[in-house]
């Protein structure tokens, strides 16, 4: 995606708007004092709620290059400020390069608040995380102590290796990663095939996807164990 830029004059006019800012302005131009095809010419002020702060801020290049985020309406910009010197040091403008991140901070917190809600689950329960082809990521000391398993033994490896052969080869078993690849919860009681020197476990399994890239996560609980939270409520799904 090209870099959205705007250059200002030393006296903070807007003396060039590159098309991608055009293209992210355009959709910002109701929340804007002027209308997009109106801004070279116009001071930077027009994006600030407190222009003798920013200009304060601006007229000392010493204070640049310099990252900020600003609201326009309900959208948080990404702005990197930084001068533009001649061939003597002299700064003969200011060029802004900037994005539109609302939404990206918003899955951001998303996944942080996803994250926390692991975690503390993590903390109390056996827990396995997997991408979506079943390859195995990560697993807690309460899984790995309950396969008997080390988390060097596991990972890298399939999620059907914890399972019999009978289920391994069944249309149940493909339909598991069906649902989870399509977002959905699954619930139910498993078996699950432990260490061979360990006893085969009867567990409650819950799954579902979480807010991040890598896959699934895939709770485990002893039938006789303490109780376990549901993973789908947990995230809001």
């Known amino acids: 995606m090209p870099t959205a830029v705007i250059l200002a004059d030393p006296s903070l006019k807007i003396s060039y708007v590159n098309p ?28 600030h709620k ?14 640049l290059p310099r990252r900020a985020k600003i609201q326009v309406g309900p959208e948080t910009l990404d702005l990197l400020i930084s001068p533009v010197r ?10 802004v390069t900037w994005d539109i991140v609302t939404e990206k901070l918003r899955l951001e917190a998303q996944n942080l608040d996803a994250q926390g809600k692991i975690d503390a689950v993590s903390r109390t329960n056996a827990v396995i995380e997997f991408k979506m082809d079943g390859t195995i990521l990560h697993a807690n000391d309460n899984f790995c102590s309950a396969m008997g398993y080390s988390l060097d033994e596991i990972r890298g490896k399939h999620h059907s290796m ?16 069906v649902k989870l690849n399509r977002g959905e919860y699954v619930s139910g009681e498993l078996k699950r095939v432990a260490h061979p020197v360990s006893p085969d476990l009867e567990m409650t399994e819950i799954c ?8 699934p996560a895939i709770l485990f609980e002893n039938a006789t164990g303490f109780d376990m939270p ?7 799904t």
């Not at 407190?50 to 204070?63: E, K, V």
């Not at 914890?162 to 990663?177: C, G, K, L, N, T």
Request: charged share 25%.
């Open 162 to 177: 914890f399972v019999d052969d009978d289920y391994r080869a069944s249309p149940e078993y493909r339909d598991f990663w």
């Open 208 to 215: 579902d996807r979480v807010l991040r890239a890598q896959g």
């Open 20 to 47: 991608a800012s055009v293209k992210l302005l355009r959709g910002l131009e109701s929340l804007l004092p002027v209308k997009v095809d109106a801004i070279v010419g116009q001071n930077i002020d027009i994006f």
């Open 230 to 236: 549901v993973l789908g409520n947990l995230f809001g």
């Open 50 to 63: 407190n222009p003798s702060y920013q200009r304060q801020l601006l007229s000392d290049p010493a204070n």
């Open 86 to 95: 001649d061939t003597a040091g002299k700064t003969i403008a200011t060029m």
